[in-house]
């Protein structure tokens, strides 16, 4: 039988993997097989970060739970509807309400699972490890869902790779069942000193990191819903080699986090950030202006790499300018802030791309981010010394 944590870490690639696996072809199926206008694919994927959103911020404020395994058990058995729901689809609003109910299930389960992986051990090194071996987990299925899915396109169809997805959470709740015990968990925060949500709020270096993690959500969000409907037909991408787009993107995220480390000793985690920040401004300036199917695909594969730095360089800022009593806090505020910009994202893009087309719209999701880099630029983050390569100005 395994132990909890080689469970957990096996629990993350599974649902990683389907919640990849699904995402990658959703738009695409929405308006191919529903007849979904713009508006109604913006809708699709909004109503997942929306509701992710809010249950997040409920569960942080009011849950208590105490048995993680039952917790896990009811989380992936509604997730397991969604899939099945979107294959059995026949209106768009099916899929609308199917996202919400997996918005809610994926805030439950992923509070949960890195709850656990938060008091694996006692161990600082030891529960720093757990959390980056499940963290890992999630990175491989990033890479794996979205292969799965352009195969299973390939032979089966939009429609029926739902049912087939279906299977990962299937057998997630299988290994919660046989290989995880319940434990006594809480997974509300502690209260200490300087815990209050203003003070993080006014936080130079939180709001400056969480403004750049905030645009890159908008800009992901807008390449989920649009870029894929303009691969396919405005550049003649068949629809499993658009899945194949995101196992190329996903294995860009995973090779930018293997080279994090190297990036912060060598020009620092401000520049590092603001580096991330105009590399992407400049990939969306490629992907919407270039004709090239190539190209194109160059420019979102590539993207994955600074969805790989940001997140965790954004991480390191905030806990070097926030005490430990409000670092819980912080954290939450700082993910969700990419709630946020995942739900503005395809709304924002949405009139833009019926006025003036798909690729106006990609470039469109660069303001927010130069915003960010201006507001990066201005609070300067870095509020504490550090030794050499740790914060770098």
């Not at 896990?72 to 919400?100: D, E, F, K, V």
């Not at 695909?297 to 926030?322: K, N, R, T």
């Not at 019926?354 to 870095?382: D, H, N, T």
Request: include cysteine; charge should be positive; aromatic fraction near 10%.
């Amino acid at each position: 039988m395994l132990g909890l944590m080689a469970s957990i870490r096996l629990l993350g690639l599974l649902i990683s993997a389907y919640f990849q696996m699904a995402s990658s072809i959703l738009a695409i199926y929405a308006k191919e097989q529903l007849g979904a206008s713009i508006s109604d694919v913006a809708l699709v994927v909004s109503a997942f970060y929306a509701t992710s959103a809010i249950s997040n911020f409920l569960i942080g404020v009011f849950a208590k739970w105490r048995n993680p395994k039952l917790t896990l058990s009811i989380s992936l058995s509604l997730m397991l509807i969604a899939p099945i729901s979107y294959g059995l689809a026949r209106a768009p609003l099916t899929l609308i309400a199917a996202r919400c109910l997996e918005g809610f299930a994926f805030a439950l389960y992923s509070t949960t699972a890195l709850t656990l992986c938060s008091t694996s051990s006692n161990s600082p090194s030891e529960r720093d490890a757990s959390i980056v071996a499940y963290t890992s987990s999630l990175a491989l299925g990033m890479m794996v869902g979205p292969a799965i899915g352009s195969l299973v396109v390939a032979e089966l169809g939009l429609r029926n790779a739902f049912f087939l997805a279906a299977l990962f959470p299937a057998a997630a709740i299988a290994l919660v069942s046989l290989s995880m015990r319940g434990s006594d968990i809480s997974l509300a925060p502690r209260k200490g000193r300087g815990s209050r949500s203003g003070g993080v709020l006014v936080n130079r270096a939180f709001l400056a990191a969480a403004g750049v993690y905030w645009a890159f959500a908008i800009i992901y969000s807008v390449l989920l819903a649009y870029a894929t409907i303009y691969a396919k037909e405005g550049l003649s991408f068949a629809s499993d080699r658009v899945a194949l787009l995101f196992f190329g993107y996903f294995s860009m995220t995973a090779l930018g986090r293997l080279f994090i480390g190297r990036l912060v000793l060598r020009i620092g985690k401000r520049r590092a950030l603001a580096s991330s920040a105009a590399g992407a401004i400049a990939l969306l300036a490629i992907a919407s202006t270039s004709r090239s199917p190539e190209l194109f695909a160059l420019a979102f594969v590539l993207m994955g790499i600074h969805h790989g730095i940001i997140y965790p360089i954004g991480a390191m800022i905030i806990a070097d300018a926030i005490g430990p009593e409000s670092l819980v806090r912080a954290n939450s505020f700082y993910l969700l802030s990419w709630n946020l910009g995942a739900i503005i994202g395809p709304i924002f893009a949405s009139g833009i791309a019926i006025l003036w087309g798909i690729p106006a719209a990609i470039m469109a999701s660069a303001i927010p981010m130069a915003a960010s880099l201006l507001l990066l630029a201005v609070l300067a983050p870095i509020s504490r010394n550090h030794k050499k390569g740790a914060s770098g100005p």
